[in-house]
């Protein structure tokens, strides 16, 4: 049923969707099938994910697809420090939206090159800065390596300049 939805999905938005293209080192991608392609990958990742830190502390992700597979949210779990983001299609685009443990909320915006790996996320826009030098998300990506392995590079900007930390991360948990 999933997979039906899914690639039904895909087919409207893909049969309503203007034609546009998404240039990334030099690749081009028809974004007509590239942003419904690269929402589907994310959508695999439908479950629960760890990783631990060089400091032993476990990072917990679960992606739960929402609103009928139109948006997919991901719960961020480290500590007492509880996030979410959620990703979704904008016409041609893929965007995510992530709400900050600072308490603002960057938009990023996917570049999908021909390849459709990796999927990277590049600043949009914020809302709710504190300031010119507050820290905030700038770009994230993700290379898919199976379907049980990803890893994702966070890129923050803040007064001290950018930091960007990778993690992999292991399924522990398929949907239900």
């Known amino acids: 049923m999933r997979l039906w939805l899914m690639t039904t999905m895909m087919l409207q938005l893909a049969a309503g969707t203007a034609l546009a293209v998404s240039v990334r080192d030099g690749a081009v991608a028809d974004a007509v099938g590239a942003a419904p392609a690269a929402y589907a990958r994310l959508l695999s990742l439908e479950g629960r994910w760890e990783t631990t830190t060089e400091k032993g502390t476990v990072i917990r992700l679960?992606?739960?697809?929402?609103?009928?597979?139109?948006?997919?949210?991901?719960?961020?779990?480290?500590?007492?420090?509880?996030?979410?983001?959620?990703?979704?299609?904008?016409?041609?685009?893929?965007?995510?939206?992530?709400y900050c443990a600072q308490g603002n909320q960057p938009r990023l915006v996917a570049t999908i090159p021909a390849t459709g790996d990796p999927l990277v996320f590049t600043f949009l826009d914020v809302t709710n800065l504190a300031g010119q030098d507050a820290s905030h998300m700038v770009a994230c990506e993700f290379v898919f390596e199976d379907a049980d392995h990803f890893l994702r590079s966070e890129t923050y900007q803040g007064a001290g300049g950018d930091d960007t930390t990778t993690r992999r991360y292991q399924r522990v948990a398929a949907a239900p």
């Open 62 to 98: 679960t992606f739960e697809p929402v609103a009928r597979g139109s948006a997919l949210v991901e719960r961020y779990e480290a500590g007492t420090t509880v996030t979410q983001t959620v990703y979704h299609l904008d016409g041609a685009r893929l965007l995510l939206t992530h």
